[in-house]
């Protein structure tokens, strides 16, 4: 049977509303006709149809994950955080390792925490807390026992251990080599536990109206529990996954990445699951001090923070993916690391240059004035997190004192990116942040916290339209997966991924936004929520 909405607003696309819509088995049929005899017809009573949601930049399997352990996410003191990781081990007395996050580092003047603190409750196992940014973990004193780090330990290569006066482990490191020398002594997680993290993830993505998303760290072990999950049906969205490429061991990477493809395209039709893209990770983290930067940090003037890829190496590992018909995904925060990833796309054009790559650079927090029409000229995506476009507490109490303002006031260049004619989308980068679009929607355009502060808002020139950032959510999305023919979009033979707001976000004060509630949302044309 076919169903005929109209009597509210619909959405189509920028640009584009229309009176009706009617849709039959999986695909929309017809736009601005008539509902025919035997149609479940729909009246949307004045509400607001649109595109579902799509995240182009997320870690789903993470978010579930960290939903399985000590939930610390929001709390705002080490006190809190601290009896969180009791409630839990004390609820969980058979748990080897407490898993968990992800806390707010601006909690803590400069970011590091102690081990001690989580001593005081915990010091039979190891505890590991990731920090909001995933570029930081903080451990307990076992932890640091398990791992054999010491006074004489070096830091690895791209990340850093905190140290005490005495060159011990104060118990914060700092980016995934670092973060490594722990995780790696963690016992490995069952098959079982990462399908039941895939199916929560993506209850509470169809419940913020997201019908597909990408998980942007996939790692041997992760894949598999993804095929799992789609041949189960406990994924319930579509996902793309992002083979993890780094620079000691990508080359032995080369043929799993390949098989794990192979398997992917192989799951058939009715598969929700996509393998075709590489994530890199060019540089760190603002708040931690290791993104990469043109000039020096203000907090340490030795210091312009980490490049983790050697420019020979990260373009001998694009060319060879290129080649293979992968796109690339490259993680790039500092306005250094933004010029080493647009470096690498444009001399890794030039070797076919006819190639329909759609390369991205997530994140491109902070770019020079001389890069950011590099964008649009090589065919760049820029994948910003909308919510991040407000003056956070991590942007004001630890990136602001290290980059200073004008720096940090340079983030975010969302209108002079759309002016430069550039490709965008949006992506959550949950867990790091919050999983749901209606939160984020409207940040781009007030540019302020959710108590409107600061008055003018940040950086306000760079305020973009709502109706923008709602299409770069879903077409967006849609054109950086090359799916523009099939989702993203209201248009007849696109997927019935639809969604029902009770009200309009075109059309109310952009703080409002945030409190917009879902009605409906229609996966391949079924009613999946509401």
Known sequence: MATFFSGGTIWCGIGCVADSVRIDGEKIVEINGAAQPGDNVVDLKGEFMAPAFMDGHAHPLFGGREAQGPLVNGLQTVAEIVAEVKRFAEANPNTPWIVGGAYEAASVSGGDFLASWLDEVVSDRPVVLQAVDHHTIWVNSKAIEIAGITAATVDPDGG????????????????????????????????????????????????????????????????????????????????????????????????????????????????????????????????????????????????????????????????????????????????????????????????????????????????????????????????????????????????????GDERNNRQYQLKSMVKSGARMSYGSDWPVTSYIPLLALAVPTHRQSPDKWPAEGWSAHEAITVEESLSFYTAGVAYQGFNEKRFGEIAVGMQADLMILEQNPLAIAPHDVASIKIRTVYKSGVAVIG
């Open 160 to 403: 850093t251990i905190a140290r005490n006066p005495d060159g011990s482990a104060r118990g914060t490191l700092r980016e995934p080599s670092a973060m490594d020398l722990i995780m790696k002594h963690a016992p490995e997680r069952t098959l079982e536990d990462d399908v039941a993290a895939i199916a929560w993830s993506s209850q509470r993505y169809l419940e913020s109206g997201v019908t597909a998303s990408v998980d942007a760290w996939v790692t041997p072990g992760m894949a598999e529990a993804y095929i799992a999950a789609d041949k189960s049906g406990a994924l319930q969205i579509n996902m793309d996954l992002y083979m993890l490429a780094q620079p000691d061991s990508w080359r032995d990477n080369v043929e799993y990445f390949g098989q794990i493809r192979e398997q992917v395209n192989a799951l058939g039709p009715k598969s929700k699951l996509a393998c075709k893209t590489i994530k890199i990770i060019g540089d760190g983290a603002l708040s931690a001090g290791t993104a990469a930067l043109l000039e020096p940090y203000l907090d340490n003037p030795t210091s312009k923070g980490l490049l983790i890829w050697s420019d020979d190496e990260i373009l001998d590992a694009a060319v060879l993916f290129d080649s293979q018909g992968y796109q690339l995904h490259i993680h790039a925060i500092g306005d250094a690391a933004a010029r080493q990833a647009l470096d690498t796309i444009e001399k890794m054009v030039a070797v076919n240059p006819k190639w329909d790559r759609r390369p991205v650079i997530t994140h491109a927090q902070l770019i020079d004035e001389a890069d950011l029409p590099r964008f649009a000229s090589l065919g760049v995506i820029a994948n910003f997190q909308p919510l991040w476009t407000y003056l956070d507490p991590m942007n004001k109490e630890l990136i602001a004192p290290r980059i």
